[in-house]
């Protein structure tokens, strides 16, 4: 039996989170198509956020494009943060900043470089690290 590592999951449902909300702002519902108009946006807005959402889908799923993909649904989601905080939905800001700070998670295991940051951080000469002088 293969183990499944939460490194190779977590990126996947976060795919699938976007795809979700690409459809659902792409298609927006009367509801969802009424809180663009309340907090301001254009009438067309939401599916702007749908091409983004869904474009953030897309580069979770390939391994390569995954910190492009943390970059944007990170930056789809703190527009989102601040939409609900400015007006005033402050319980609504909780789910992006969970899904903002997943992306992060997902960003830094993406990172090429980490290993070699991380030992130049901490102090730890590995193959490939520089050694801090």
Known sequence: ???????????LALAAFFVVGSLSNIFAAGSIYEEYLK???PRWFH????????TTAILFFRAPSRLLGSALGCAV???????VVIH???GHAVPPLVVATLS?????ISWPGKI????QL???PRPGAQSPS
Do not use: H
């Not at 039996?1 to 990126?11: A, D, E, G, H, Y």
């Not at 599916?47 to 869904?54: A, D, H, M, P, Y």
């Not at 070699?116 to 030992?119: G, I, N, P, R, Y």
């Open 1 to 11: 039996m293969s183990k499944i590592s939460w490194r190779q999951v977590l990126p």
């Open 39 to 41: 907090w301001g946006y």
């Open 47 to 54: 599916f702007v956020t749908g091409s983004l959402e869904l």
């Open 77 to 83: 989601m703190f527009a989102a943060i601040a939409t």
């Open 88 to 90: 005033g939905e402050y």
């Open 104 to 108: 992060l998670v997902v960003g830094w």
């Open 116 to 119: 070699e940051l991380t030992a």
């Open 122 to 124: 901490s102090g730890d």
